[in-house]
């Protein structure tokens, strides 16, 4: 298990929720892993009850697995399972375009109209992830984009449909992360249109809006094909015991 300091403050349990799903997004827990309640508690130097909780929370988020007999174990996503969290974004995102259309939002009043101070903290985090991207900074890109669409979300879903989004966000890139950090060209598959989003949901305009995610959405599956075109891992030989 990755070296980590003991965990002092009051809300335990998130934070080793917090701490764990961060390991999990940098790659450094590996889907498959398999890891106790015992083992979690002794890295963080606190007792059994909130790693459980947080395990437990890491688990309905549809990060870990359980097994009563071994513990928990890092979720293993397939290609079809990223195909599925494109499909259902894309049809949350088309629904909520067609309930709440951009177009004129930004000189209305009311519920549609998108306060200022709120575009300004998404339009920074679409450029530091862009930024990122284009670095290929993968953990730096990670942390950005997970707080530009969570952000995003919260301006133009009620928090139902923003947290659902965030988790296949989250989701997404528990998958992507060990297909990118293991090719040689995974950054050439880095997305970095979030300034353009974020200008079009900044302009009010459903047509640029519509383009701006349908084109991620593109990229999206045609990584997925590439994915599904990449020969298989070899795996190595079972050394008897």
């Known amino acids: 298990m990755p070296a980590s300091g003991p965990v002092t403050r009051s809300t335990l349990r998130q934070q080793i929720a917090d701490a764990l799903r961060d390991e999990v997004l940098a790659g450094r827990l590996q889907p498959g892993r398999e890891f106790t309640v015992k083992q979690i508690a002794e890295q963080y130097g606190v007792s059994?009850?909130?790693?459980?909780?947080?395990l437990v929370d890491l688990s309905a988020q549809g990060l870990l697995d359980s097994d009563q007999h071994k513990g928990f174990r890092v979720h293993q996503f397939t290609v079809d399972d990223y195909r599925?969290?494109?499909?259902?974004?894309?049809?949350i995102v088309d629904g909520i375009l067609r309930r709440h259309p951009a177009d004129g939002a930004r000189t209305g009043t009311g519920r549609g109209c998108v306060p200022d101070e709120a575009l300004v903290s998404v339009r920074r985090r679409a450029e530091a992830a862009a930024r990122a991207?284009?670095?290929?900074?993968?953990?730096?890109?990670?942390?950005?984009?997970?707080?530009?669409?969570?952000e995003l979300g919260g301006l133009v879903a009620n928090h139902y449909i923003a947290d659902f989004l965030h988790r296949l966000r989250?989701?997404?890139?528990?998958?992507?992360?060990?297909?990118?950090?293991?090719?040689?060209?995974?950054?050439?598959w880095l997305w970095s249109g979030h300034e353009e989003v974020a200008e079009a949901v900044a302009a009010g305009s459903t047509r640029r809006v519509v383009a701006a995610l349908g084109?991620?959405?593109?990229?999206?599956?045609?990584?997925?094909?590439?994915l599904e075109r990449l020969p298989a891992p070899r795996r190595e030989p079972e050394r008897p015991e």
Do not use: K, N
Request: proline residues 3%; aromatic residues 10%.
């Open 48 to 54: 059994a009850t909130p790693v459980r909780e947080a």
């Open 84 to 91: 599925g969290m494109i499909e259902a974004r894309s049809l």
């Open 133 to 150: 991207a284009r670095a290929g900074d993968l953990d730096i890109l990670i942390a950005y984009d997970v707080r530009f669409w969570r």
């Open 170 to 188: 989250v989701q997404a890139w528990v998958f992507a992360v060990p297909h990118l950090r293991g090719d040689r060209r995974g950054r050439d």
């Open 215 to 226: 084109a991620y959405r593109t990229h999206s599956l045609r990584w997925a094909d590439h």
